[in-house]
């Protein structure tokens, strides 16, 4: 097998979409009169993985993917083509855009493990270019590069996650034709609200019912006229079917890890470092507060600190607590936030940057349930008064007292369980809750 691997050819002003260029890579490689195989000359495509990697990465245009098409074919000649296309399709006017292309000749059983391990780094971490030229020297790949080659560390991801990821989700997309490009996309929304109730929930993030939004048509230039994202590929094929809209150009199924949080590792609050993506347990520290713009925080305390190695690079994290954001984008998630009290116990998820953690979703482990106050007079229902330093409360009037504050039940908007952010909010990685293994009660969003 010949896996092709690319990344980065896009720009965010220009357009352009790797996605589209692998899907072109593929045709190309299955034309009788460009590709080679076993049946008629023609290269027989296996898959294209979509692969998601680290969403903290500063480089990325939008969604930070990957690319790698799985062919029977020769391997010279699908790096001429991955090449030729590369070179004509890559938004290279753009500094920012640095395409990558890696090609090996292996089974898919033969990736070798320093691959699969750069593939999960480059999910959960920060790698340097020369990390990936390395590799791709070591293991004898064939690879091309423009502007200074960044886009060799997605290529050498996504080659290498074939191997290290599993639970794999199916997204297909239907692209536009070219002279429609940067125009309006032109797709009836009650078929997709349709279509999208019949898939639901083997296909999920279509739509945003609260939001009443098409998820899953994009609003950039680009190519892409859609995509259904789902957990099979009969689903998501289906659900592409149901919808009516301008011609579709071309539509192709990818094999992803998107929906599948595969980017959060497990962290306590002492040790987070910057561009990561942790799930973290601690306590609500302070009453979450609403600031400018809409965007909700409070801090989260952690239940133990370290001084562990990594200090340096842990932003404003001061190791005991840390700021946990929910920004106004996340809509109706915010009121979720705005519900946690001081003392809630939680574990939170999402992406660290510059000390603040953006939450991606939130599992309630305990709920303070009562709280103290200053007690109230028995005979004339009034509230006390202090009594002095130590010396509980009494009210004037009728001479009353109580020793201390009175306790009293605490009503709350919330229950324990995992709460998510709308699907309209979605990062593509991130675990939609309806797709379950959670390890508590969910509370979806759709
Ligand atoms: P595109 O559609 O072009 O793929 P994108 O949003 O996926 O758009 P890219 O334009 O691919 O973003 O830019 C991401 C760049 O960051 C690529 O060059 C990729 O190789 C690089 N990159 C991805 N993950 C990491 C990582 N963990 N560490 C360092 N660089 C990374």
């Avoid at 009788?32 to 500063?58: D, F, H, M």
């Avoid at 004509?88 to 070798?112: F, W, Y």
């Avoid at 999920?204 to 609260?210: A, K, N, S």
């Avoid at 309806?434 to 390890?439: A, I, N, S, T």
Wanted: with cysteine.
């Amino acid at each position: 097998m010949t896996v092709v691997a690319l990344d980065d050819t896009d720009s965010r002003e220009r357009g352009m979409c790797t996605t589209y260029v692998a899907s072109r890579i593929a045709e190309r490689l299955c034309h009788p009169a460009t590709g080679e195989g076993s049946e008629g000359g023609a290269a027989c495509v296996r898959r294209i993985l979509l692969v998601r990697l680290n969403p903290a990465v500063e480089y990325k245009t939008r969604g930070n993917a990957a690319l790698a098409v799985h062919v029977d074919c020769d391997p010279d000649r699908a790096f001429a083509i991955a090449r030729a296309e590369l070179e004509s399709l890559a938004e290279t006017a753009d500094e920012r855009t640095n395409p990558g292309l890696v090609v090996a000749d292996h089974p898919a059983d033969a990736i070798p493990e320093s691959a699969a391990r750069f593939a999960r780094r480059a999910i959960r971490e920060h790698l340097d270019i020369d990390d990936a030229a390395a590799l791709v020297d070591r293991h004898g790949y064939r690879s091309w590069h423009a502007g200074d080659g960044r886009g060799r560390i997605g290529a050498l991801a996504a080659l290498g996650s074939w191997r290290e990821l599993e639970g794999w989700t199916y997204e297909q997309i239907a692209y536009r034709e070219p002279q429609r490009w940067g125009t309006t996309r032109d797709v009836d929304a009650e078929s997709v609200f349709a279509a999208a109730d019949r898939g639901y929930p083997e296909a999920w993030d279509t739509v945003d019912r609260g939001e009443s939004e098409t998820v899953c048509v994009p609003h950039t230039p680009g190519p892409i006229l859609y995509g259904i994202r789902g957990d099979d590929p009969e689903t998501v094929r289906r659900v592409a079917a149901g919808i009516e809209s301008e011609p579709v150009a071309s539509s192709r199924l990818f094999v992803t890890n998107q929906g599948t949080d595969v980017h959060l590792r497990e962290g306590s609050i002492a040790d987070v470092r910057d561009g990561r993506a942790y799930r973290l347990d601690g306590r609500v520290a302070s009453e979450p507060e609403t600031r400018r713009g809409g965007h909700v925080f409070f801090t989260l305390e952690g239940e133990s600190s370290s001084d562990g190695e990594g200090n340096q690079e842990r932003g404003d994290v001061d190791g005991l607590s840390i700021e946990c954001a929910a920004f106004e984008p996340t809509k109706r998630f915010r009121d979720r936030v705005r519900a946690l009290r001081v003392g809630d116990r939680i574990t939170a998820c999402g992406e660290v940057s510059d000390g603040t953690l953006k939450l991606e979703k939130f599992a309630v482990r305990d709920l303070v349930r009562s709280e103290r106050v200053t007690p109230t007079c028995s005979d004339c229902g009034r509230t006390m008064e202090s009594a002095g330093r130590n010396q509980g409360y009494r009210c004037r009037e009728c001479d009353t007292d109580a020793p201390g504050k009175a306790e009293i039940p605490l009503e709350r908007d919330l229950e324990e369980g995992w709460y998510e952010v709308p699907p309209c909010a979605r990062r593509h990685i991130a675990k939609p809750l309806v797709r379950g293994g959670f390890d508590a009660q969910t509370h979806v969003e759709r």
